[in-house]
């Protein structure tokens, strides 16, 4: 992997601090990542499809900060693009990436702008590239509580046991969710549905992994609020009677 450091100050702060070196190491660093972009974009696109497997080519040389720098600055300089999504013209505003005006008053950021492809397979490419950094990311509450949303709601939807014996109703876990899950995520997803006869299980003649419940189960039982830990509930319980506690002073104390 290229391991030069990522330079987030202009071309006229590199000069005063005398940190030209590292400066237009970096911007060349850049500017391969951009070609390497393009290169990645032009040999996995067949058939109307781009494959996902550009993005780890990528990555792998320039890792995900340098590749997100130059993307949200691509988008940033397309921002009049309606071919590239709204979504991502958000997420590329999350991304901080300098200003660095020449003398003449035009941006220097212009060299490393993925301009070689097509604007809707850039677009394709930052979506797969997104992706594939979140399923590097540790599971959050929040997304183990999406996750139990959305198997509950496909569960109450069902009108008959979809099970291969036609005894249980069942719904697929995310893939996503799995491939990111470890077993205390699982565990903590399995308390959050409401229901006793839940199991998570494979399928011999189907992939992934499934929710499962008896037919006999009320499918629209609300989901169950994790219970916070008995020594998180004492320190809460503690800290308020402190706050709380009359303060002496040092004459009160004489």
């Known amino acids: 992997m290229d391991k030069t450091p990522l330079y987030k100050h202009p071309g006229a702060y590199a000069k005063e601090h005398d940190e030209l070196p590292v400066y237009r190491a970096s911007n060349k660093a850049n500017i391969a990542c951009k070609e390497a ?46 071919r590239i999504s709204r979504d991502n013209k958000e997420w590329a505003k999350t991304i901080s990436v300098v200003d660095n005006p020449d003398t003449w008053g035009s941006d220097r950021n212009c060299y490393f702008v993925v301009d070689k492809c097509h604007p809707g397979l850039t677009d394709l490419f930052i979506n797969q590239a997104r992706h594939e950094y979140q399923l590097t990311q540790p599971l959050s509450k929040d997304d183990i ?14 009108r008959e046991p979809n099970s291969p014996s036609g005894t249980h109703f069942m719904v697929q876990v995310s893939e996503d969710f799995m491939f990111r899950a470890s077993s205390k995520d699982t565990d903590r997803l399995c308390a959050t549905l409401p229901w006793d006869s839940l199991s998570l299980s494979s399928l011999k003649d189907k992939p ?5 419940i008896s037919k ?10 994790p219970k916070r830990s008995l020594i998180k509930k004492i320190k809460e319980t503690q800290a308020a009677l402190d706050e709380s506690a009359p303060i002496k002073s040092a004459d009160m104390e004489l």
Request: aromatic content about 10%; hydrophobic content about 35%.
């Open 37 to 82: 972009i393009e290169a990645a974009v032009s040999a996995h696109y067949s058939d109307n499809r781009l494959n996902p497997g550009g993005v780890k080519q990528v990555v792998d040389q320039f890792g995900y900060e340098r590749t997100f720098y130059v993307l949200a600055n691509t988008v940033k300089s397309k921002d009049w693009d309606a």
């Open 145 to 158: 509580q999406r996750e139990a949303e959305k198997i509950q709601s496909r569960m109450k939807s069902q």
């Open 208 to 212: 992934g992994v499934f929710a499962m």
């Open 216 to 225: 006999d189960e009320q499918r629209d039982k609300p989901l169950r609020q």
